[in-house]
Every structure is written in structure tokens, then in C-alpha cells.
């Protein structure tokens, strides 16, 4: 039977809190008094103390076999290779360079999932150790989910080193109207499961979308996280700008919904998802559509 990963110690809650708010309870406003769900979840973890090889293949993988996922990152880098020259043209070197700068980045993939096995292999025992594991894996579920093709990628890399000037400029153009669709269309998700729990107006929802869109900045990588990275920068806008959009009971179901949100700013933090103070014109390197491991949902449901 598939054991639920562990959590064990302050340092791994917030993974613990974020699946659990993943499941739900950050659409809606929660009363004061209302059970800690996610301290039960750590709970029934604490109860299991044996782990196995195929606990970490199943965490890594989602019950995926190797061939088949092998087939999906190259199909994923095939994809991203005829982005770019679609965007800009390619010659035939280029194209062969890139698809080799690509498939060292899923060479390097599978050689940090190897390495994690290794040290979860030496762990798998102690309670506490395997929950520092299963934390350092979820850049890995996150690179499986979307593809490891991102800024620090080889493929990257290879695309501004091969790229001439003139398909440098179209690529980067390209690349920033992408982006730019493509958050907005995030924050309005966003916005619309707010609408869910906390009732807002059309205006309401224009002005926070104008808002959070032109003040905010794109993740650093897409994934199941990106509710929480909006709602995480949404917080630190200033009050002057946010609180006059709502009601002042809208106002406070929102300053609780933040506050859960900035709890998990950590654990954000340390998977790499948060832009915190890069260059507004940066676009972050979104490979590909979104996928999400586990049966994880990009926005939270009621």
C-alpha cells in the first residue's frame, strides 16, 4: 500500500499546511475555533515509520513508469524547441543544439533524482530525516511536472547563446507578451475563487485584477503553487492600495486568507517559486502547459 509522504518538525509544516490548504480550506474564510486539520495530518504521518523504495518512486513519480515519463520530457522538449522556431526561425544547427542542451537537462533531472534516492536510502528510517527528503523533492515534482527546461536550464542557456541577435529580439519579445497572458489569466483565476468565498462585485474583481496584475510579478516557475504565489505577493501590496476594493467584512476574510498564505511563504521560498525582487521585465522561463503531480489543483476548491 502507498504510504502518505511524512512531515516531521517545524522546518517541514509548511509543506504540510500547503497540501492540506491544497485540498481546500484557503477558499474559504475559516472560523477562529475551527480544528487544525493540518496538525491531524501530522499526526496519522507520524504514526508510519517504515519507508520504502517504492514510497519514493511513487512521491517522485506518481505511480508513473520510467519509459513513459522518459517519453513525456522528450516530447515536452520537442515542444519547446518548436515554440522557438516558431517564434523566431531556427536553422538545423541550431535546432540540434538546442535538442542536446535539452536532453542534458533531462540528464541532469534524473541524475538529482537518483541522488535523492540515494540519501533517502540512508534516512528512510528516521522520522525525522525522510520529511527534510521529502521537502528537497518537491523541485523534482515540480521539474517532472512542467519540464526541466527553465532559466537555470542548459536549454535555456543554449537558447541566448545560439539565438542571433535579430532571433534574440524576436524570442524575448515573444517571450514577454507569453508571460504577460499568461499571469493575467492566472490572477484572474485567482480572483474568480476569491469570488467564491468572499462575494465580489464585477468592479471589484476588475480593479483587483488591474491591481495585482501590474504590480506583482510572474512565478519563477508555473506550477500547482501558482494560487499561492499571487496570493503571497497580493499581501504584501500596500493596504492603502487593496483594502479600499473591499467591503469591510470582504476586507477581513481577505486579511485571513493572506495570513494563511504568508505562512507558507518559506517553504515558497526554498522550492524557488518566489520572483521576490528580480527585474520587472525578466520573464520567467514557463516550460511548457501546466501538469500537476499528485492530483494537485493549480487553485484551491471549496
Wanted: with cysteine; net charge positive; glycine share 6%.
Amino acid at each position: 500500500m502507498t504510504q502518505t509522504p511524512p512531515s516531521f518538525g517545524r522546518p517541514f509544516q509548511a509543506a504540510l499546511v500547503l497540501a492540506f490548504l491544497a485540498a481546500g480550506s484557503l477558499a474559504r474564510a475559516q472560523d477562529e475555533d475551527e480544528p487544525d486539520d493540518a496538525v491531524q495530518v501530522q499526526q496519522r504521518a507520524m504514526q508510519v515509520n517504515v519507508w520504502t523504495d517504492e514510497n519514493f518512486d511513487q512521491w517522485i513519480y506518481n505511480g508513473r513508469d520510467i519509459t513513459g515519463i522518459r517519453g513525456r520530457l522528450a516530447s515536452l522538449l520537442i515542444l519547446q524547441i518548436e515554440d522557438v522556431e516558431r517564434t523566431c526561425g531556427l536553422t538545423e544547427d541550431q535546432k540540434k543544439k538546442l535538442q542536446l542542451a535539452g536532453q542534458g537537462d533531462v540528464k541532469h533531472f534524473f541524475d538529482r533524482v537518483a541522488e535523492k534516492k540515494r540519501r533517502f536510502q540512508l534516512v528512510k528510517n528516521d522520522q525525522n530525516k525522510i520529511g527534510q527528503i521529502f521537502q528537497e523533492i518537491q523541485p523534482l515534482q515540480t521539474a517532472l511536472a512542467t519540464g526541466p527546461f527553465d532559466h537555470g536550464s542548459i536549454f535555456y542557456k543554449t537558447i541566448l547563446k545560439t539565438l542571433d541577435p535579430p532571433q534574440a529580439a524576436k524570442y524575448t519579445r515573444s517571450l514577454r507578451e507569453k508571460t504577460a497572458f499568461r499571469y493575467r489569466a492566472k490572477v484572474e483565476l485567482v480572483i474568480a475563487n476569491l469570488d467564491e468565498s468572499i462575494g465580489l462585485r464585477a468592479d471589484q474583481r476588475k480593479k483587483l485584477v488591474a491591481l495585482i496584475t501590474e504590480e506583482t510579478r510572474p512565478p519563477k516557475r508555473y506550477g500547482q503553487y501558482d494560487y499561492y504565489i499571487v496570493m503571497l505577493q497580493a499581501s504584501r501590496l500596500p493596504e492603502s492600495a487593496l483594502k479600499p476594493i473591499f467591503t469591510d467584512t470582504q476586507w477581513k476574510v481577505m486579511q485571513r486568507q493572506m495570513a494563511q498564505v504568508v505562512r507558507l511563504e518559506p517553504f515558497l521560498k526554498s522550492n524557488g517559486f518566489v520572483p521576490e525582487d528580480e527585474p520587472t521585465d525578466r520573464p520567467p522561463a514557463d516550460a511548457g502547459e501546466n501538469a500537476f503531480p499528485n492530483g494537485v489543483k493549480a487553485f484551491p476548491k471549496n
